[in-house]
Each structure stands twice: as structure tokens, then as C-alpha cells.
């Protein structure tokens, strides 16, 4: 049973927004807070009730964004303090919340802490970040080459588990969590809902055992930081790769006042076989982790995040399954997996109109970093069709494309050549186009999300599935108070599929002809009954 709080939270729906890439404003080429503004009314109708918005602080924006050199203060790219106040009292006015990203575990080497830091081993900021006399583990870099680099200034190494111009915070130093507790203060004092915690599992190490996340003081410093009573109020989702049920409960059960909930990845890897390589699967599989990770959920009472997609990842349908001739009904299909389970929804953006991985043929097409270094890494290893093959199918540009709202020049992102390119697609795949068609898949989501708000059973409901391991589909029920919700999902084979009540209402379906529970269900078919 939830309290009140995690019961309030389970009617959230929160729209994800990667800000350079959303909406231009100012004609710059690069999306921006008054862009977010322009689309309020767009989130609004699609039915989300809370936006994440990416990194927007001052940054060098080596990791666009990630490594921040001010959490207190916009990056003049995205605007300034005025328009993040204007956003969120805009937001607020359409009963939309704000969460903001906050990166805790490093900041950007221009940070005025880190540029402090490096000077001498005897000064307030000396023991901000990780500072030895030689590399102390045989770490690597996220994006390449090792974790430890020398500073000429300090003449000493620091840790960096991401980019060289990304410092890891000590938090060890109690003058870190300080700081920490007072930006969450700011930010929360300035009206934010809540945040989305960047890699906050790295935050407690313990560098002579080898640990490089979930650290001996991890729960402490969560619990330090969001727990007060002042800020506990605060919807937070962690971003954790951690994969057992024990921390899963002991990061985010109710009364322990850590995280809200986290991100659970394990089904990010559905499709592929490493970052760069495909691997065919069936939706049966990714059935299988959802229903593990519900029955986990709902035995530990805890809340449950439904995501497919998210600026690190490209676009999930892409990589599963058949998006040549059955785009409209995959997208609807998953989206029907995820967003009728208990837990809280989230829309990546462009998601919601079926966008799909870019293809394109040069190294000067992308910006990540890490596709960036892979590319120089791997050239000679594999060549570069291979190479450019790989990072078609697996970079973090291809989330990161500007959102195609429209089919003309530059997608109605912005009056000028963008920061990225276009997507490839954009002229076959965008907003304007999916709204055109009988099978639109912004209106399947609008659908499946009013379904949502309206209908308690998905919301709150026990969950009960009915059809066999061994089926080529999904078929479940969620009951509350009484009444009765049956979700069927089929996956890429045609299936005879028997609803096991006599009087099963369509509520929803991704097939137009559909008109009641008759037992034939093409690929990827979906419907949802009221019992
Ligand atoms: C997280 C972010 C990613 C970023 C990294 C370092 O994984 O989602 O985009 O590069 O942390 O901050
Ligand atoms: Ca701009």
C-alpha cells in the first residue's frame, strides 16, 4: 500500500525534454526555454502532466549540458532566469510540473568549485573532488581512455568517470552535500516539482574496494539531500543502473524518503546486443521483464517508472521490430505494454509521433562526444561504413535530432540550419504528417493517456496476467474498487486470442476495423476492454 504522497505521484505523466533539440525561439538554431513555453499548450493536449527538462544551466555544454559550471543560473543558449520563471508559472498555469535535471555526480572543469579545486591541496575547494598522487583503480572513462587525468596545476590526478572536462564530485566531504542540499533548496524555493537525478548512484564511492557506484554511503547521502522535511515533498526519479530488487527497495520505498522511484533499465538493452550491434528479439521477451519488474513493484510497494525512450538511447522502436511496414501498429503496440501498467509513464520527445533512428553517411553528422570518440577509437579496428553503421543504429544522436514538427525546411524546430541535423526521416516521419494519417500515432497516444486519467483501474489496479509464458502475446487485467480493465497485446505473429469474460467492452484499439473482442488479432494488434 502507498501513502498519500506515492499515491499522488502514480497520476503523474511526465513528458521528457531534451531543450536543444525541442523548439528554437530566438532563431539561433538551438531549441530553448521560451521554445518549451510555445509547446505548453501541445504537451497539454497530448495529456502529460509534468516535463523533465535536460540539463539548461550555464555549461560549457562539452556533454550539452551535463557538465555544468552553475546550477543556480541558466546557460544564455537556452535563455535566462526570467524565462525558466515564466516557464514555470506557464507550466503551473496548465497544471503541468516542472522537474529539473540535477547532476550530482560531477560538474563541468569550469566550475568555479573544480577551477578552486585544482589551484592547491590547501584551499576551501581542495577536497571537492577526487584528488591523489596517482591514478588510485584502473577505471575507464564512460566515452574512452582512463578515468584519472593529471592536472600540470595541482600536480595531482582527479577522477572523471565521464568526459576529462567532468570532474566527479567528493562526496565524502561534507561541505559537498552542503552545497548540494542548497541548490535542491533553490531550485525547489524557486517552485520546481521535483528533479530527475543523474547518474545519483555514483555518488557514494569507495575507491579502495573498487566501487565505483552504490558506494557504503549511498542511501546516507540520498536520504541527506531529499529527505528534509523541507524538501521531501519533491517528486525525484533516480537514473540507477543498478539491476537487483534489494536496492531497487532500499533507493525508493516511501518511508525510507531516498528517491521517488528510479529508472529500471534492464529492458534498454531490448534489441541490441552492446551499444552499436542489433539483436532480433521478440516483444515476448521485453513482456517477460515488464511482468518481472511489475510483480517486483507491486510486492515491495514500490512505484514503478514506464519508459521506452530518453536522449541517451535512440529511439527505442527502432530496434524493435518491424518499423518498415508496421511502424503505426509497433508504436502503438509498446506504448499500450507499457502505459497500461502501474507505475508512472514517460514520453520521450518525438516518441509520441513515431520517430525513428536517423541514417547518415559522415562522421560530420553527429555532436555527442561519445559517438564522437568511438568513431576515432573504432575506425581502423572496423573501418568507416561499419563504424557509421554502428552509430546509425546505436549513437545517442539519434535521440537527439531536432524534433520534426512539420515537413518544411527545417522542421519547424527553427527559421535557420540547426545545431544537429535534421533527421533523415523528417520528411516521412514528422508531427504534421502523423496527424494527417488514419493512423496517427500522437492521436493513439492522446487516446491511451486520456485512457489513462479517466479510468482508475490502470492508474491504481491490481494486476493479474492471464495469458501463458508461452503465448506469443500479452493479456492482463487490472481491478479496482471493483471494476476491470483487460489489456491485449499481441506480438509479431497473427494470434486467436480469447478474452475470458462474456461481456468485454473495446475501449481502445490500434485497429481501426476492430469493433468488439471477436478473437483475431493481426501483428502487433492491441485492444483495450472494460469488463
Ligand atoms: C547520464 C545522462 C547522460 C550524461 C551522463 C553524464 O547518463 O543521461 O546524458 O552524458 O549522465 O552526466
Ligand atoms: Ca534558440
Redo the contacts with the bound molecule.
Keep these: 500500500m502507498f501513502g498519500k504522497k506515492y499515491n499522488d505521484f502514480l497520476k503523474m505523466v511526465v513528458y521528457q525534454i531534451y531543450p536543444r533539440s525541442f523548439k528554437d525561439a530566438n532563431g539561433d538554431g538551438i531549441g530553448d526555454l521560451r521554445g518549451i513555453i510555445e509547446k505548453l499548450d501541445y504537451l497539454k493536449e497530448l495529456g502529460i502532466n509534468a516535463i523533465w527538462i535536460c540539463p539548461c544551466f550555464k555549461s560549457p555544454q562539452a556533454?550539452n549540458g551535463?557538465d555544468i559550471s552553475d546550477y543556480c543560473d541558466i546557460d544564455p543558449e537556452f535563455g535566462n532566469m526570467e524565462d525558466i520563471k515564466e516557464l514555470i508559472n506557464e507550466a503551473h498555469n496548465r497544471d503541468i510540473k516542472v522537474l529539473m535535471d540535477l547532476?550530482a555526480n560531477?560538474t563541468s572543469s569550469e566550475h568555479k568549485w573544480f577551477k578552486e579545486s585544482k589551484k592547491s591541496k590547501n584551499n576551501p575547494y581542495s577536497d571537492y573532488y577526487y584528488w591523489y598522487d596517482e591514478p588510485q583503480t584502473d577505471w575507464q572513462a564512460m566515452w574512452g581512455g582512463s578515468a584519472w587525468e593529471y592536472s600540470n596545476e595541482r600536480n595531482q590526478y582527479y577522477l572523471h568517470h565521464?568526459d576529462i572536462t567532468m570532474p566527479d564530485l567528493n562526496w565524502d566531504n561534507p561541505k559537498v552535500r552542503e552545497e548540494f542540499n542548497k541548490i535542491v533548496d533553490f531550485w525547489s524555493n524557486f517552485g520546481v516539482d521535483g528533479f530527475r537525478c543523474?547518474?545519483i548512484h555514483e555518488i557514494s564511492k569507495d575507491l579502495k574496494n573498487n566501487i565505483m557506484s552504490m558506494g557504503p554511503h549511498i542511501h546516507e547521502y540520498i536520504n541527506g539531500l531529499f529527505g528534509r522535511p523541507e524538501v521531501e515533498h519533491l517528486f525525484t526519479v533516480g537514473?540507477c543502473w543498478v539491476w537487483n530488487e534489494e536496492s531497487f527497495c532500499k533507493l525508493t520505498k516511501e518511508e525510507r524518503k531516498e528517491l521517488s522511484t528510479m529508472f529500471q533499465f534492464q529492458h534498454i538493452s531490448f534489441g541490441r546486443d552492446g551499444k552499436y550491434t542489433p539483436k532480433p528479439q521478440s516483444l515476448t521477451e521485453l513482456r517477460d521483464i515488464l511482468s518481472h519488474w511489475q510483480s517486483v513493484s507491486y510486492k515491495n510497494d514500490l512505484l514503478y517508472t514506464l519508459f521506452t525512450d530518453n536522449?541517451?538511447q535512440p529511439y527505442f522502436i527502432s530496434r524493435a521490430g518491424d518499423t518498415k511496414n508496421k511502424r503505426y501498429e509497433l508504436a502503438t503496440c509498446i506504448a499500450t505494454m507499457f502505459y497500461t501498467l502501474r507505475g508512472i509513464p514517460f514520453i520521450y520527445q518525438g516518441q509520441e509521433f513515431g520517430s525513428l533512428a536517423s541514417e547518415f553517411d559522415s562522421i560530420d553528422d553527429f555532436r555527442d562526444i561519445g559517438a564522437i570518440n568511438y568513431y576515432n577509437d573504432y575506425l581502423e579496428e572496423f573501418g568507416k561504413e561499419k563504424v557509421l553503421q554502428q552509430l546509425n543504429f546505436g549513437s545517442r544522436d539519434n535521440a537527439r535530432h531536432p524534433v520534426a514538427w512539420d515537413g518544411s525546411e527545417f522542421n519547424g524546430f527553427s527559421d535557420v540550419e540547426p545545431w544537429i541535423p535534421l533527421s533523415s526521416n523528417n520528411k516521412e516521419i514528422n508531427l504534421k504528417k502523423d496527424c494527417e494519417s488514419e493512423k496517427s500515432i500522437f492521436k493513439f497516444y492522446k487516446s491511451i493517456l486520456k485512457l489513462r486519467k479517466e479510468n482508475d483501474e490502470i492508474v491504481y489496479g491490481e494486476l493479474k496476467i492471464l495469458s501463458r509464458p508461452e503465448d506469443t502475446y500479452w493479456v492482463f487485467e487490472r481491478s479496482y474498487n471493483g471494476g476491470k480493465i483487460v489489456v491485449c497485446c499481441n506480438f509479431e505473429e497473427e494470434n486467436n486470442i480469447i478474452i475470458p469474460y462474456k461481456n468485454a467492452k473495446l475501449l481502445l484499439s490500434n485497429n481501426i476495423d476492430r469493433k468488439d473482442a471477436s478473437n483475431n488479432y493481426s501483428a502487433y494488434e492491441v485492444a483495450i476492454y472494460r469488463i
Excluded: A, L, M, N
Design positions: 556533454d551535463y547532476v560531477h565521464y543523474d547518474v537514473e536522449h541517451d
